[in-house]
């Protein structure tokens, strides 16, 4: 699931003529809507600790990859991160996507289509703007007219977390392991039916892997004191409280609540959704705005050259004509999977040195 901008920053900071810079490495805001925007993540307890195990396994496996906040309403999610290249986010949003389209369809019932679209990632060129997105995402729950505070919110939010420090734990079901060791299980009991004995093994159970996700702080907050940055995340929701209720209180309105959250249908659709262009960077001047839109072009250049001096050196170095190769970018670090055959192999090369200490013949 690639995206279409690849470019969040050149690695060092761009001085504009105009004043202000671009970051080296710009933050991004990340957005995904569900199919037909049906209610799919409707919170509860089984569909949080799906998304939750979902999502602290692909930070596992992409941990170079800073998230700020996240949040997952009903029927679409969110969160702002920053990545030390492309490629390191469109890994962790591949895993992450396809993991949670297919434990969610196994969860409903259903088959098929489960993403409307690829995801968006939108640059933020400067602090003021990254807040602004920060915050943004931090109460969605209030802006759609949900639930009175961010707090209340009954799904996946980071609101807990930045105020009150309370860890978010992923909890991953590896079926992968579950499935080896109920293959070792059948082949023990025909083992032993063969021989005439009788075997009684213990069901295999869940094979659940706690994922801790930890949230990075934005970056022109790194050197802030962690109760300073609390105080800070609490005086946003404070403020949107505030300003929610007065607005409920004009408008002679009210959230959906909790409860009514609860009794939505998973597959019902909004009977109004609202769709606007997503722009092409968050920033706070046209100025910046442009700035980094030039930059982006002078890359995009840069790499159409490099690409088309690459694929006119390839036929002289013997590349077969139609193969391709693979994009020529940094791929990130994944942690390494231990396999249970891998396992396997690792006992079997001790046991034939030991043999060959004791003189013995190695197994072939």
Same mark, same amino acid.
């Given at each position: ?16 003529? *105009?004043?202000?810079? #671009? ?16 209610? =799919? ?8 600790? #799906? ?7 692909? !930070? ?12 997952? =309403? ?29 434990? /969610? ?10 993403? $409307? &679209?690829?995801?968006?990632?939108i640059p933020i060129v400067d602090e003021e703007s990254l807040e602004r997105c920060f915050a943004y995402c931090l109460l969605q729950?209030? !802006? ?9 919110w009954p799904g996946i939010s980071s609101v807990k977390a930045l105020c009150e420090g309370v860890p978010l734990i992923g909890q991953?079901?590896?079926?992968a392991r579950e499935y080896e060791l109920r293959r070792q299980r059948q082949r023990r009991l025909d083992r032993a039916a063969v021989?005439?004995?009788? =075997? ?9 892997? *706690?994922?801790?996700? *930890? /949230? ?6 790194? !050197?802030? %004191? ?34 009514? #959250? ?25 100025? /910046? ?12 250049? %840069?790499? &159409? ?10 036929? +002289? ?15 990130? *670090?994944? $942690?390494? %999977? !231990? ?13 034939? +040195? &030991?043999?060959?200490?004791?003189? &013995?013949?190695?197994?072939?």
């Amino acid at each position: 699931m690639g995206n279409p901008r690849r470019f969040y920053g050149t690695g060092e900071p761009i001085l504009l003529a *105009e004043g202000g810079s #671009i970051p080296a490495r710009c933050a991004v805001e990340v957005t995904f809507r569900t199919y037909e925007r049906r209610f =799919l993540m409707r919170p509860s307890r089984a569909v949080n600790r #799906i998304i939750l195990g979902c999502l602290g396994r692909a !930070k596992r496996r992409y941990p170079t990859l800073a998230l700020h906040v996240v949040s997952f =309403l009903s029927n679409h999610g969110s969160l702002v991160c920053t990545p030390p290249n492309p490629f390191v986010l469109w890994s962790f949003m591949r895993d992450f996507m396809s993991t949670t389209a297919r434990r /969610l369809n196994g969860h409903h019932g259903r088959v098929g289509t489960f993403w $409307e &679209r690829r995801y968006r990632a939108i640059p933020i060129v400067d602090e003021e703007s990254l807040e602004r997105c920060f915050a943004y995402c931090l109460l969605q729950g209030t !802006k759609e007219n949900l639930v009175w505070s961010a707090r209340d919110w009954p799904g996946i939010s980071s609101v807990k977390a930045l105020c009150e420090g309370v860890p978010l734990i992923g909890q991953w079901r590896d079926q992968a392991r579950e499935y080896e060791l109920r293959r070792q299980r059948q082949r023990r009991l025909d083992r032993a039916a063969v021989r005439g004995r009788t =075997l009684r093994l213990p069901e295999v159970e869940d094979v659940v892997v *706690e994922c801790p996700i *930890e /949230l990075a702080p934005l970056p022109h907050w790194r !050197k802030v %004191r962690p109760a300073e940055r609390r105080a800070r995340v609490e005086a946003i929701v404070r403020a949107d409280e505030t300003a929610q209720r007065a607005r409920h209180r004009r408008d002679g309105t009210a959230p959906l609540g909790v409860a009514g #959250i609860a009794t939505t249908d998973p597959f019902a659709r909004p009977a109004v959704s609202k769709c606007s262009p997503a722009p092409r960077c968050h920033a706070r001047t046209p100025a /910046l705005r442009d700035g980094f839109l030039e930059a982006c072009r002078q890359h995009d250049t %840069r790499t &159409r050259e490099v690409t088309a001096a690459v694929e006119r050196t390839l036929p +002289k170095l013997g590349l077969p004509v139609g193969s391709s190769l693979a994009p020529l970018v940094h791929r990130p *670090e994944v $942690e390494p %999977r !231990k396999s249970a055959a891998a396992a396997r192999i690792r006992v079997l090369d001790s046991t034939s +040195k &030991r043999r060959r200490a004791r003189g &013995r013949p190695r197994l072939t």
